[in-house]
């Protein structure tokens, strides 16, 4: 029996499993930047990055008059997200991840397409999205490459004091 499948809008009801999902696709993005910076650095930016990082999403899907979230379900299981926001004439995404259990299916460049149509149909010009250079992040750039963004390199440096 073949899964059934949808992009939805977000509903307050998914919120637990959005953020539950989230934390699980973000760990090897933290892992690698506490590779990346060491430990001193990583403790002072993340001293508890699941905290930080249930509040920020929670937030985020939360915020329904600053940001715009859609869902990707399964079955009836919330499976990934992603969150964006209209600025003028550009959309920026803030958010997206995808449960681990299924990465790799196509489903954050559903969720890239759907909020990309979305803009474009409330009248955005240019879509912006912003990751990592890291290891850790090289899923969520395959996601944004794979429906068109193009790649701007930007170094940002961190020192320990």
Same mark, same amino acid.
């Given at each position: 029996?073949?899964?059934?499948?949808?992009?939805?809008?977000?509903?307050?009801?998914?919120?637990?499993?959005?953020?539950?999902?989230?934390?699980?696709?973000?760990?090897?993005?933290?892992?690698?930047?506490?590779?990346?910076?060491?430990?001193?650095?990583?403790?002072?930016?993340?001293?508890?990055?699941? $905290?930080?990082?249930?509040?920020?999403?929670?937030?985020?899907?939360?915020?329904?008059?600053?940001?715009?979230?859609?869902?990707?379900?399964?079955?009836?299981?919330?499976?990934?997200?992603?969150?964006?926001?209209? $600025?003028?004439?550009?959309?920026?995404?803030?958010?997206?991840?995808?449960?681990?259990?299924?990465?790799?299916?196509?489903?954050?460049?559903?969720?890239?397409?759907?909020?990309?149509?979305?803009?474009?149909?409330?009248?955005?010009?240019?879509?912006?999205?912003?990751?990592?250079?890291?290891?850790?992040?090289?899923?969520?750039?395959?996601?944004?490459?794979?429906?068109?963004?193009?790649?701007?390199?930007?170094?940002?440096?961190?020192?320990?004091?």
């Amino acid at each position: 029996m073949r899964a059934k499948w949808q992009i939805r809008a977000f509903v307050d009801s998914d919120l637990s499993e959005i953020v539950e999902l989230s934390l699980l696709a973000w760990e090897p993005v933290f892992e690698s930047f506490e590779q990346v910076l060491g430990p001193a650095i990583y403790s002072i930016l993340w001293p508890d990055w699941k $905290k930080s990082q249930a509040e920020g999403v929670a937030g985020a899907c939360r915020a329904t008059d600053k940001y715009h979230t859609l869902v990707a379900e399964i079955d009836g299981r919330v499976v990934g997200f992603i969150a964006y926001e209209l $600025k003028g004439e550009t959309g920026e995404v803030v958010l997206l991840a995808v449960h681990p259990e299924f990465q790799r299916r196509g489903i954050a460049t559903q969720l890239n397409q759907a909020a990309l149509d979305a803009m474009r149909a409330a009248g955005a010009k240019l879509a912006v999205a912003e990751t990592g250079g890291d290891e850790g992040h090289a899923p969520a750039r395959r996601a944004y490459e794979k429906v068109g963004y193009t790649n701007l390199p930007i170094v940002r440096y961190f020192k320990d004091l």
